[in-house]
């Protein structure tokens, strides 16, 4: 366990509030030194306890937007990878092959649950048997065709993938193939009506 482990943190949201509200303040009383005190006063109280802050180039209209449809963007931080049991070809880095596998899953915008199922199976060893997998995903009406497409979408938003391989949705296993396909078509709906 590193030294800082034990460090109280604030939350992002938490950090942020702090900081409108200190500019608040000083928008409200320029003139004022005692109220322009406190305002640097409530911005050191979160020195060191705070994540950096993450600018957003996106705009408030669209930002509400895509918090409802839950399309927000994520950090490679939120992801736990774990590569516990997946064999690496010899020379590869699991360090590097954690962080790829992070990059690849925030630009996807997947929750960390459904990364790491679509990690898991992606750097499996053992490839599912499309047929079976079609044949169970027939069988609760979602075409397989469609399912591979819509899953695909998904995996394509990541870029290069893991470690430069391009991610394939037939290499994914019956349950994250479905998860990825249900969140590509709700990508896709949210992408046709996102405003510019």
């Given at each position: 366990m590193t030294e800082n482990a034990n460090q109280p943190t604030i939350s992002a949201?938490?950090?942020d509030y702090v900081?409108?509200?200190?500019t608040q303040i000083e928008r409200d009383n320029p003139a004022d030194p005692a109220m322009m005190e406190h305002a640097a006063k409530l911005r050191a109280s979160i020195e060191g306890l705070a994540p950096p802050p993450v600018t957003d180039p996106r705009s408030q209209q669209q930002r509400l937007y895509d918090k409802a449809y839950g399309c927000e963007p994520r950090q490679p931080s939120e992801y736990d990878i774990d590569l516990q049991d997946v064999v690496l070809p010899d020379g590869t880095s699991p360090a590097q092959v954690a962080d790829d596998?992070?990059?690849f899953l925030a630009a996807m915008q997947v929750s960390p649950t459904l990364g790491a199922m679509i990690v898991r199976d992606l750097l499996s060893d053992t490839k599912p048997d499309p047929e079976q997998v079609a044949q169970a995903i027939d069988a609760v009406g979602v075409p397989y065709q469609e399912a591979l497409r819509d899953a695909q979408y998904v995996l394509d938003r990541g870029g290069a993938g893991i470690g430069g391989k391009q991610?394939?949705?037939?290499?994914?296993?019956?349950?994250a193939l479905v998860q990825a396909a249900l969140f590509g078509r709700h990508l896709r709906k949210w992408a046709a009506s996102r405003p510019a």
């Open positions: 949201d938490y950090a900081r409108q509200t200190a596998a992070r990059q991610a394939r949705a037939a290499d994914l296993g019956t349950f």
